[in-house]
């Protein structure tokens, strides 16, 4: 395989690189501490639901669902994913 736009690609898969995963997983804990924030919007939880939706999104570009489930129910269980 060979690394080309943040994901490492073989003919019959793609996945993210390492660097790539650990952004992921650093967006993840801000995204839950921005949540745990005492005073939260309504307009503020919709937020954070897309930047959530994003994020899933453009990991799901590789084939990261088993990788995706673990960083989210290690660092932000309490989050809809």
């Not at 690394?3 to 650990?22: A, E, V």
């Not at 997983?25 to 937020?47: C, F, G, M, T, Y």
């Not at 939706?53 to 660092?75: M, Y």
Request: proline share 4%; glycine share 6%; aromatic share 14%.
């Amino acid at each position: 395989g060979f690394n080309f736009l943040g994901f490492r690609l073989w003919p019959y898969r793609i996945r993210l690189d390492g660097t790539r995963r650990r952004r992921f997983i650093r967006k993840v804990i801000r995204i839950k501490a921005q949540q745990n924030k005492p005073s939260i919007h309504r307009e503020d939880l919709d937020q954070y639901q897309a930047q959530i939706q994003g994020l899933n999104a453009w990991a799901a570009i590789a084939h990261s669902r088993g990788f995706r489930a673990s960083v989210w129910a290690r660092h932000a269980p309490f989050i809809d994913t």
